[in-house]
């Protein structure tokens, strides 16, 4: 022991804030915030995770690639240590030489990812001002959380559907005084909403599920997984990329039983006469009853009329987690609830009508008080390019092809160069076997990581970056309501440096460093940011302390809670539909959209319809009979801090939930080590038999890292082995992760 003091500081991540004991140079303990009624598990791991052997110590430059430039070996693990100026030399070198003989059009800088929660050192936000300084790059478009309602939402609300979302949605707390159903498609997860981007302090989803059961609200959840809202709900199950049929044959039955209110249809949306043909079974003869829909779904027809009734008769709220919009086809179920909720004529009034995401993240559901953010100016990128997030692997394999997205036409660019800094598409990204491939077509990939994953070990050079723990930073999230000072608590491990560092030191070779830093230290720039979050706090009325206070406090509580938060847009809508319209084509709701109708796709027509994924259980084989989905990891965020979790005895490979009828069989039980596989790939999984998933269903997590090469079986369970990387649609071109047929062996 040196006789360095401990001390205890508290500090924010997306997964909330948790107070740190720190000796000298590490970390040697965390532990849960006081004020977080249900506090995430997850800081626990921090202590292993950040002094773990797997952090980047050094600089590093792929051997083959700083010989011969070398392509194809990607992944081959041999590496040359250099000190940082020769490193950074090599770096600014070779993309000044991208940019100058193939144009900044040839970098691609979405880099997409959570990185860590830290508002300046953000790596998203100084991936994204370093390349527009040196001239622009190719940007993404969306996210893999909702990539695909952001494209097909606006066309039926007319907002941004993250401003739908966080703007118009009610509060658990307005849902506790009204909703008297709760109609959850794809549950309500406490264990999701342990994260929030940016960070959450007081998790209070758990909580709220307690006052609903108080209040008598009825709770159902609709999907393959029990556990996917909490216990004492109602479990319908249904399969999983079979909701849009579940939502037609309710839809159906409101309108044979006379329930649909059609004043509200007449009033506030459009196309309900090109849509009801559809549903009755006028134009292809076919009615989508719930006779029809019972062999899609596996719901019995008297559910489905019962809970019909049930939510014509009472204050209904439909709720939609993001999955169904990750699958295949996802844009029918996100457009369809909005017309199921709209026949039940409850869109705009307290605890009624459709909601998105409840559950997925933390933040949704809480009701503050807007005053703005801290972010770091990113600049103008001068390449008008910009790829739908998900098809990364398409543009990398198929430069200058054309692809259609949200009615437009659109050309791959020809990438030469790949910078990714606080994200793993080696652990996010479809079918890993594929992303191996088209990995090997750019000349350069350059990768920030703190620790050795999968895409730091596929890079050619690798800069070792800070934790946030290594570095000062203010912590802050719209969706929350504290406020923290993030001391640097340890110095950098190994020869680590802030993204920000690295990135004025190319800048600086590039010539363009004071473009960059505009003269600024990391410390004038949280200054600087800082102040300006404290005078837009100050002109909106709320009070925030110095930065000097802030530092000597470390975290304080803002007062912007929202006395019943008026959720403007819907509800004026509501009052007023010709006064306060939408920003759709029509000014309302659109169940048929001109728009969409003229892009002309097969496979995303003009008002919502069944339209079966090409893989789920109702097109299963003998060779793929099981439907997999790949849900959040409960015991951390994605695939961070599974360096050390992957230490723990018996912890890896991940764990596959498996209905007892299907492990029956097969000759599986409780703790047998599995072979989860299909024709894009294997992995090593460890089988949890159980009654709470569907029969044919399998649900293994994501987030292990993936830990082979192209074709072997990955040790530790990453499900991207085995997902398929198709669009959502050409309208959405959003990941399909949920829409994936697998089968599962025992390993002996
Ligand atoms: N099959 C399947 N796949 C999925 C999903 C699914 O449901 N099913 N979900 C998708 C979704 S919604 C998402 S959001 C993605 C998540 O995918 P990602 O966001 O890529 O996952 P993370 O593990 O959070 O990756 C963040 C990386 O940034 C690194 N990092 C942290 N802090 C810093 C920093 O300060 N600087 C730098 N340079 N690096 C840092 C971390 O070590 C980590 O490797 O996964 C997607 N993939
Ligand atoms: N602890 C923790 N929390 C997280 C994250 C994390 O990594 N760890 N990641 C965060 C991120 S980035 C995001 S985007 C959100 C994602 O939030 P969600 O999209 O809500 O979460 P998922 O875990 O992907 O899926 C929730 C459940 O949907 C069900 N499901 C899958 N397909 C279908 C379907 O077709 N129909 C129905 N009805 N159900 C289906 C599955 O059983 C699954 O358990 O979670 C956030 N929360
Ligand atoms: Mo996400």
Not at 255 to 262: K, P, S
Not at 394 to 419: K, S
Not at 691 to 702: Q, R
Not at 711 to 732: A, I, K, Y
């Amino acid at each position: 022991m040196d006789g360095s003091t401990r001390q205890t500081r508290v500090t924010s991540s997306h997964w909330g804030a948790f107070e740190v004991d720190t000796e000298g140079d590490r970390i040697v303990a965390a532990r849960p915030f006081a004020p977080d009624p249900h506090p995430p598990a997850i800081p626990a791991i921090l202590p292993a995770a950040v002094h773990h052997r797997s952090r980047v110590a050094r600089p590093a430059i792929r051997r083959a690639w700083l010989a011969t430039r070398d392509r194809s070996g990607r992944g081959d693990g041999d590496y040359v240590d250099l000190p940082w100026d020769e490193a950074l030399d090599i770096a600014a070198a070779e993309i000044d030489r991208v940019r100058k003989t193939h144009g900044n059009g040839a970098i691609y800088g979405g880099s997409y990812g959570w990185a860590s929660a830290g508002r300046f050192h953000h790596a998203q936000g100084q991936i994204h001002r370093f390349l527009n300084t040196i001239g622009g790059y190719v940007a993404s478009f969306g996210s893999y959380s909702t990539g695909c309602a952001q494209s097909i939402m606006p066309h039926v609300f007319g907002e941004n559907f993250l401003t739908l979302t966080y703007e118009t949605q009610d509060s658990y707390a307005t849902i506790a005084d009204h909703t008297e159903t709760l109609v959850m498609f794809g549950g309500i997860n406490p264990k999701n909403s342990q994260v929030s981007m940016g960070g959450i302090t007081e998790h209070a989803t758990a909580g709220w599920f307690d006052r609903f059961a108080e209040k008598g609200m009825v709770r159902i959840n609709i999907g393959p997984q029990r556990g996917d809202a909490p216990e004492g709900c109602e479990w319908l199950p249904c399969r999983p990329g079979s909701d849009t049929a579940l939502m037609l044959a309710l839809a159906y039955t409101l309108e044979a039983e006379g329930l649909a209110d059609h004043a509200f249809l007449a009033s506030h949306c459009t196309g309900w006469d090109r849509f009801r043909p559809y549903l009755m079974g006028e134009t292809d003869g076919q009615p989508k009853s719930p006779d029809w829909a019972a062999p899609l779904t596996g719901v019995g027809p008297d559910k489905v009329r019962a809970l019909a009734r049930r939510m014509a008769t009472t204050r209904t709220l439909i709720t939609v987690a993001w999955s169904l919009q990750r699958q295949e086809h996802g844009e029918q179920p996100y457009w369809m609830s909005a017309v199921l909720a709209a026949m039940l004529g409850q869109i705009g009034l307290p605890g009624g009508g459709v909601g998105y995401g409840y559950g997925a993240i933390g933040g949704i559901g809480k009701d503050f008080r807007p005053i703005g953010g801290m972010t770091l100016p990113q600049g103008r990128n001068a390449v008008p390019d910009v790829i739908p997030v998900a098809r990364v692997a398409d543009m990398l394999l198929h430069p200058g092809q054309p692809y259609d997205f949200n009615g437009e036409r659109r050309t791959y660019p020809d990438i030469r160069l790949v910078y990714w800094a606080g994200g793993n598409p080696f652990h996010h990204h479809q079918d890993l076997s594929r992303l191996h491939d088209a990995w090997t077509r750019p000349e350069t990939v350059i990768v920030h990581e703190p620790w050795w994953t999968a895409t730091a070990q596929r890079a050619d050079i690798v800069f070792p970056a800070t934790t946030p723990y290594e570095r000062e930073d203010i912590g802050r999230s719209p969706l929350d309501d504290y406020l923290f000072h993030m001391p640097a608590l340890i110095p950098p491990v190994g020869e680590a440096r802030d993204d920000y560092a690295i990135f004025a030191g190319l800048a600086g070779r590039m010539g363009l460093g004071p473009a960059f830093t505009e003269g600024r230290s990391a410390a004038d720039w949280i200054d600087h940011l800082y102040a300006g979050f404290r005078d837009r706090a100050g002109a909106a009325g709320v009070a925030v302390p110095t930065l000097d206070e802030l530092r000597a406090r470390n975290w304080v509580k803002l007062d912007i809670a929202a006395e019943e938060q008026p959720k403007p847009i819907l509800r004026r809508f509501r009052a007023d539909p010709e006064g306060a319209p939408l920003r759709t084509p029509s000014g309302r709701i659109e169940i048929f959209s001109e728009t969409i109708d003229g892009f002309g796709y097969d496979d995303c027509p003009g008002h919502p319809v069944w339209l079966p994924p090409a893989e789920w259980q109702g097109a299963a084989t003998a060779e793929a009979p099981l439907h997999l989905v790949s849900p959040q990891p409960g015991d951390k965020l994605h695939s961070q801090l599974e360096a050390a979790l992957a230490d723990v005895e018996g912890a890896r490979p991940e764990t596959v939930l498996i209905h007892e009828e299907d492990a029956k069989p097969r000759g599986i039980a409780t703790g047998d080590l599995v072979r989860v596989f299909n024709r894009r790939g294997s992995v090593r999984a460890r089988a949890r038999v159980t009654s709470d998933i569907l029969p044919g269903v399998v649900a293994l997590p994501t987030g292990a890292w993936f830990g082979a090469g192209r074709g072997n079986m990955d040790p530790n369970g990453n499900p991207n082995v085995l997902t398929r990387d198709v669009g959502t649609s050409r309208l959405g071109q959003g990941t399909s992760a949920h829409s994936a047929l697998v089968e599962v062996a025992r390993l002996d």
